[in-house]
């Protein structure tokens, strides 16, 4: 099983629709989450971390699961700019970040 | 406030030779990490320089080596380059205390024939 794991998508969705994301993650010692978000051949941008009790930041909430180990990220009210793939990140006592592959998003009009 | 910037922003090499890629931390970030995107492939740790020393590296050969200087920017160095190094190297810089808050620079995409 790889350490952290996402649905590559695309996720493909009208503009105003609520998406969400799904992370899984092995190491059950890991300590922090975070999603990122990468545009077309740009560098990765912090998003949200992902506090044990969840957290929201206007459109985007962001929760985590430590019993079934997975993190999630719901987008509502989708917009075309919302369009990226979004990087799942956890970091466990190391201090070393593990990238998932991203899940792609594509919102249409 | 400037952000983390990379240079060069291209780099063409052949087989075998050695890359020496560079960065330059947002100012009052003591952490660099290095990564490597290759085409299809997630973000692979490669190394992680904090106040002038190599914390952790990740799962690739020696022949991949860095630095950080005292103004805390930092040089990858890669050498006897092989095909399969082809691919977006990025650097990012986190705050001292804030180590899991990373923010990135614009990479250097390194192409070698």
């Known amino acids: 099983r790889k350490e952290v794991e996402q649905d590559p998508g695309p996720f493909n969705v009208p503009e105003g629709a609520t998406v969400a994301f799904n992370c899984t993650y092995s190491?059950?010692?890991?300590?922090?989450f975070f999603w990122y978000r990468q545009d077309c051949r740009k560098e990765p941008k912090l998003l949200m971390s992902v506090y044990s009790s969840g957290n929201e930041d206007g459109r985007f909430t962001a929760q985590l699961n430590r019993a079934s180990q997975y993190i999630s990220l719901l987008i509502r009210d989708s917009k075309l700019s919302d369009s990226a793939t979004y990087l799942c990140?956890?970091?466990?006592?190391?201090?070393?970040?593990?990238f998932g592959r991203g899940t792609s998003l594509i919102v249409h009009p | 406030e400037a952000g983390v910037t990379q240079s060069p922003t291209h780099l063409i090499k052949t087989r075998g030779q050695q890359a020496t890629l560079r960065c330059s931390p947002i100012?009052?970030?003591?952490?660099v990490y290095w990564y490597q995107q290759a085409l299809g492939l997630g973000l692979q740790f490669l190394l992680w320089y904090d106040e002038g020393e190599e914390r952790n590296r990740g799962n690739f050969p020696p022949r991949f080596s860095g630095r950080q200087f005292p103004n805390y920017s930092s040089e990858l160095n890669v050498n006897a380059l092989e095909l399969e190094d082809s691919a977006l190297y990025l650097c990012?810089?986190?705050?001292?205390?804030?180590?899991?808050?990373?923010?990135f620079g614009p990479g250097t995409r390194l192409t070698v024939t």
């Open positions: 100012s009052g970030h003591t952490s």
């Open positions: 990140v956890v970091k466990g006592g190391s201090y070393i970040p593990t």
């Open positions: 190491n059950s010692a890991s300590q922090s």
């Open positions: 990012a810089s986190s705050s001292p205390g804030l180590v899991y808050e990373q923010y």
